[in-house]
């Protein structure tokens, strides 16, 4: 690694589960800090270290580098009971995090009514767009976590109803958002509940606000001006590492609209959900995983709805972290992740997973689509576009061999070089690391990456 970078990024270049907790766990412990900007408890990072396997929702994974701090930005939306939740089952497997999380006083609040927004309009987009085929399913329901990810960030730019972790150290404030969020909720769960025929149960704002206070008061230790934190952390020299939740292409922005995630989930969220410039980022590493999977509605060129699809699956163990969910599975796709490369302005980019493609005769991978009869290597994320694109596909010969055991370049059978040399050439952005499985150890170093493999 060049030891001049301050400022890092890792960010997922697919639709999520890429393998972003592990490239931060291995990279943590050369940084200082470590720094989530989006999502929340949507996102699922699973790290393995000495055998034993942690799934994070809401701290960053940096929090299994001993040394490493961690701060939760000002972009993130915060379940308090799921963070609380994890900060104790951390603890109670030995790992330290006092001193070690830093929250945001501004990140929004995720609340129970929140969760129950996102149920109530998931369940009308199913029950009044019956039929009308997108993506995977058979209705515009966008498949989300349902917890409650939307709904917070609406009323983070609705304001009068946005409450920030700030708020709940600040009693009378808290109550007059709570109260007022009640009034207005209540109200429109009525009318989306009688639309989608399903029950709703109204909110009691003392019970939301008790409940709120008290994880404050849990959390009063760690919520802090972390703008200000960061600041002074760059000026001292420090270094820091961003971690970015979901994908590339979940981006409310520049993802596979309306099928994404409600937070700009590239790198381009890393200011805003920070308060650290853009421009103060030297590296931006990609991770991809070395097939296609997305989890929810919305279009996926790529996918496999055959028994290849099933055993990637199956080896890939492609079940969400965060709802277990079976993961939607595809050939890989260039022209998307070429496109992800270009919007992240990626610097070098790590595959992951390589392991799984092990014992395929042939393997795809998609160099351009063709869109209304044309061909074309650009990517329209608008979904309505996305759905009419056929993939167009170049076979490489496949590797028979597990690789789980290799540890550089050079041992990889001739097939799978052959695949990660084709990726680098059509991305036109080296590859630094190769994941030949889940544990720290299974990691191949292409050249100097700053990975302690
Ligand atoms: P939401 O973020 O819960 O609103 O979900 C919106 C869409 O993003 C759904 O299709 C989710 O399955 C997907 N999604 C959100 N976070 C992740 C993630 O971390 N990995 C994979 N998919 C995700």
Known sequence: MNRTDQCTAVIGLQWGDEGKGKLVDLLAAEHDLVVRYNGGANAGHSVVVGGERFALHLVPSGILSPATRTVIGNGVVVDPARLLDEIEKLEARGVKTEGRIA???RAHVVLDYHKSEDGLREELLKAGQAGKRVGAGTSQEIGTTRRGIGPCYADKVTRAT????GDLLRPDALRRKVELACRMKHALFEGLAS????EWEPFEPDAIIETALGHGDKLRHRITDTTYLLHDELNAGRRLLFEGANATLLDVDHGTYPYVTSSNSSVLGAGPGSGVPGHRLDRVIGVMKAYSTRVGGGPMPTELH????NQIRERGHEYGTTTGRPRRVGWLDLVALRYACMVNG??????MLLDVLAGFDDLKVCTAYIVDGRETDRFPPDAADLEHARPVYETLSGFGEEITGVTSMGELPAGAAAYVDRIERHLGVPVRVVSVGPDRAQTIRL????CAS
Do not use: F, K, L, N
């Not at 639309?195 to 399903?198: D, G, I, L, T």
């Open 103 to 105: 929250i945001s006083d």
């Open 162 to 165: 946005g409450v920030r972790m």
């Open 195 to 198: 639309s989608a025929h399903v």
């Open 306 to 309: 055959d028994e290849t699809g």
């Open 346 to 351: 990626v610097s070098e980019v790590a595959i």
């Open 447 to 450: 050249s100097e990456t700053g």
